[in-house]
């Protein structure tokens, strides 16, 4: 075969450089434009896992490679004059001019026609190539000439950063944090090679104006950085080697996907390889890694096809399907942990103290949890557990197990929960006539004897027409109120649990069959007259909701106002106002559901009246020491509709009526909704509520292990995490849970204690017969 690659960095060369060494019969070029030791970058990390992959594949570069590497495994966090370290995170750095070097060598060495000092203007060129490998980075021009069969998906993120180097030599991967007076800047900082380490500026795009370094040049811009970070320099110079760069050497990081890897232009194939396909930011540094993974796919998909010209079809549509699922998971965390540098000043930076600000950093990819940092650096958790803990009021001596996280206690007003786990409102469709019955003593009493700390009730609803279907119950009437009663006596007589009680009603989406009948689904008969902000259906089929008038607000207030009082004498510990999913007061906060014209409509104050009119109604006769949370869509996933910065700005007019916690769920609101799920993939809204705007919130969607909880709570992501359907299928889930995290934190029920120690031999014997499982 005839293989070109335009673009000389790591992806082209190492395919070039694979092809010809599985077979010298291939004729294989790279055209490069700069010359061989130019290069823009310093120093790139990569894994050691990257390393056995090359290996496998060709054994001299890896070897020359590894020769050439600096290993360490300190990470340094350097924040407000703390210098905090932990171990155990094994990273290597070369010199980007010292790997393509590398592969410079092994490419000449193997046979690899190498052109430098060539600018190619257009696939075009090269008519006798049977393959073209668009190598060419993230602006790779063939990318955009074919841009149509391509799609590519190119987001420009906002924060700015500056690539530089200096001569210090650093023991750990430092990051440090300077707050100036127009916000936070971050150095991410890495020694490659002896004497030189990468030293990575960052700010928000709001910072680097209001510093005027937009009009910097180079020189400006590194003695400001030189300044900034004279203490972590200790006396170093900063230098750049992007002296060819155009305008401002602060760059804002380009984010691509693409929908398409390869095209035939008519004459040859064309792939597109490595950045020029997909990005991954510098934060989790893995840029290199996938563009070297592309090509060792490439190539092994020949190995496995066939290395002829009518093969390439089949093996660039494997290459595809293999890498385009490995890549989104890197991105996916490289996403995350870009995003945590692109909020960290407005977030984290001034909010969190030290230790918890660490421990935010070191999980910021959401792919390091709380049981991958004891496997990295077991010492180091167990010092932040307990300082954790201690925060949390329990006096902890050295010699004492620790408490995780999640079984801290928490106080909000006068309601002490005993530990972060909540059971989150359900739906069951059990009652009659709105009433509790044995089934709803059974249900939530067994979960309560099951070690969470709040056990919700499902959504109650404040009248008959309240009711999303007809199995739903309600606390409109004295029957019901009593029938309540003895739930909360049992939680509150026979476990730990506190109670919690949501009130909601169902607007537009209420009149519907029980869930197994036909979930939202119109009642076949006997229907009733439904209401909403304005008269939009939720399903094509079902009923119309008539727009409030003002009687019905003064009507639907009261009912709150009634089932609060009852839910109050009940004994109810916490009180939720059921305001996502779409049902009546959700239907007021999106503009999707919301089209009034008077002023409970319009701007987010205008959406959020009502609800909060509620809210104010319900405070009012709720007692004092006792909190109210708030249910919330953070996102509806759809078209127009609320964004997490939308419910953020609900979050803080709630806030400012005297809400104690805000329930970050999502969707539900309308009917073709695109979710993106994912573990904990709501988890994002309770982060940005709580440490934006400044008030507790519940996490809750697919977290599913002790694992994600104890790493939101320490995180300071959450301050408690709902758990829903693992309690459907687990009512003792954080008894369980416990049990498979090694701590006894959490009573047994003293009528169950004879299974505890059964339970967790058997647990430990299972996991001493599993093979251990290295750190990732
Ligand atoms: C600030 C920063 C820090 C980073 N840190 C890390 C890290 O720590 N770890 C990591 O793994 N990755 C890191 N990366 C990412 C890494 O640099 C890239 O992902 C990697 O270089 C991609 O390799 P590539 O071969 O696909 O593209 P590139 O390395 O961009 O190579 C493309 C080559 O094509 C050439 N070219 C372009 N157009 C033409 C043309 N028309 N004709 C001829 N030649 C052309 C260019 O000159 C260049 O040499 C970092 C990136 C940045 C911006
Ligand atoms: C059967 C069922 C019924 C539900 N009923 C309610 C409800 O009454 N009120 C509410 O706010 N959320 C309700 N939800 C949503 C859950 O409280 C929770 O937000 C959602 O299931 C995501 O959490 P999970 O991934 O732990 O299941 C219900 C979920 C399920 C599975």
Redesign the pocket.
């Known amino acids: 075969m005839r293989i070109v690659c335009?673009?000389?960095?790591?992806?082209?060369l190492y395919f070039a450089l694979l092809m010809k060494q599985a077979n010298p019969e291939h004729h294989v070029s790279v055209?490069?434009?700069?010359r061989p030791y130019d290069t823009f970058?310093w120093g790139?990390?990569?894994s050691d896992a990257t390393m056995d992959t090359m290996r496998a594949f060709d054994v001299k570069t890896a070897d020359q490679i590894e020769v050439a590497f600096n290993h360490w495994d300190d990470i340094e966090v350097r924040i407000k004059g703390r210098r905090m370290r932990t171990s155990g995170h094994g990273f290597v750095g070369i010199g980007r001019k010292k790997l393509l070097n590398i592969l410079q060598a092994r490419c000449e060495e193997l046979g690899v026609e190498l052109v430098f000092d060539?600018?190619?203007e257009s696939d075009q060129e090269f008519p006798e190539s049977d393959l073209i490998i668009a190598?060419?980075?993230?602006n790779s021009?063939i990318r955009s000439k074919y841009a149509v069969a391509f799609r590519p998906n190119l987001i420009d993120r906002p924060n700015r950063?500056i690539?530089l180097g200096t001569r210090k030599s650093y023991d750990a991967f430092t990051f440090d944090f300077r707050r100036t007076a127009h916000g936070w800047f971050q150095a991410h900082i890495y020694k490659f090679d002896q004497d030189t380490s990468t030293f990575?500026v960052e700010t928000t795009e709001q910072a680097f104006l209001a510093h005027g370094l937009e009009q910097a040049s180079q020189d400006d811009s590194i003695a400001f950085c030189e300044e900034l970070f004279a203490e972590v320099l200790d006396g170093a110079k900063l230098m750049t080697n992007a002296r060819h760069l155009r305008g401002s050497a602060w760059l804002n990081f380009s984010q691509l996907t693409c929908g398409q890897w390869s095209h035939f232009n008519g004459t040859s194939h064309v792939a597109l390889?490595?950045?020029?396909v997909h990005?991954a930011h510098?934060a989790i540094?893995?840029?290199?890694?996938l563009?070297l993974e592309d090509a060792i796919e490439l190539s092994r998909q020949f190995r496995c096809l066939g290395d002829t010209k009518e093969n390439i079809p089949a093996v660039l549509a494997a290459y595809q399907e293999i890498r385009a699922v490995e890549v989104m998971r890197i991105q996916n965390a490289a996403r995350n942990a870009m995003e945590w540098f692109e909020v960290v000043g407005n977030r984290y930076a001034d909010t969190l103290e030290p230790e918890q600000f660490m421990y935010s950093l070191l999980t910021r990819s959401q792919r390091i949890s709380h049981e991958n940092l004891r496997l990295r650096d077991k010492s180091w958790l167990e010092n932040y557990e307990r300082w954790f803990a201690a925060r949390c009021g329990v006096a902890i001596d050295t010699d004492a197990p620790v408490v995780p996280p999640m079984f801290t206690p928490y106080t909000i007003r006068g309601v002490t929960l005993e530990n972060r786990i909540v059971v989150s409102p359900m739906a069951m469709y059990s009652a009659r006539d709105g009433v509790p019955n044995d089934f709803h003593l059974v249900h939530l009493g067994s979960r309560a004897l099951g070690g969470a700390g709040l056990v919700y009730g499902e959504m109650t609803c404040v009248s008959p027409e309240a009711r999303i279907t007809p199995g739903c119950l309600g606390l409109w009437n004295d029957e019901q109120a009593v029938a309540w009663k003895r739930i909360v006596d049992f939680i509150h007589q026979m476990t730990p649990a506190k109670a919690g009680l949501q009130l909601g009603h169902a607007g537009r989406k209420g009149s519907t069959r029980l869930a197994w009948e036909g979930i939202d689904q119109p009642l076949e008969a006997d229907n009733w007259p439904l209401i909403s902000a304005s008269p939009v259906r939720y399903l094509s089929n079902g009923q119309l909701p008539r727009e409030m008038t003002l009687d019905d607000f003064n009507q639907v207030t009261a009912d709150f106002v009634a089932a609060a009082r009852r839910g109050a004498q009940a004994g109810f510990d916490v009180l939720e106002l059921h305001c996502a999913h779409g049902y009546l007061l959700s239907s007021f906060l999106s503009p999707l559901t919301n089209q009034r014209t008077d002023r409970y409509g319009g701007s987010h104050r205008n959406r959020a009246r009502f609800p909060i009119e509620v809210f104010l109604a319900i405070r009012a006769v709720w007692p004092q020491d006792r909190p109210i949370s708030v249910r919330l869509s953070c996102h509806d996933w759809a078209e127009g509709g609320n964004t997490p910065e939308d419910a953020a700005i609900f979050a803080r007019l709630f806030k400012e009526a005297g809400a104690d916690l805000v329930d970050c769920s999502s969707g539900q609101v309308w009917n073709n909704d695109k979710p993106v799920y994912g573990r904990l993939y709501q988890t994002p809204f309770a982060d940005k509520i709580r440490n934006e705007v400044g008030i507790a919130t519940v996490a809750v969607g697919a977290i599913f292990e002790a694992d994600h909880v104890n790493s939101i709570i320490a995180a300071g992501r959450a301050d408690l995490c709902a758990v829903a359907r693992p309690h459907l299928a687990d009512a003792a889930w954080t008894l369980h849970e416990a049990a498979k995290i090694g701590t006894n934190s959490v009573p047994w029920p003293k009528q169950y204690l004879a299974a505890r120690s059964q339970y967790e031999t058997n647990l430990a014997r299972d996991a001493a017969a599993r093979p251990k499982s290295p750190a990732p």
């Open positions: 335009i673009g000389g960095g790591p992806a082209g055209i490069e434009r700069n970058g790139v990390v990569f060539r600018e190619v190598s060419d980075g993230v021009r950063y690539w990575i390889m490595g950045d020029a990005t510098f540094g893995s840029g290199t890694k563009a």
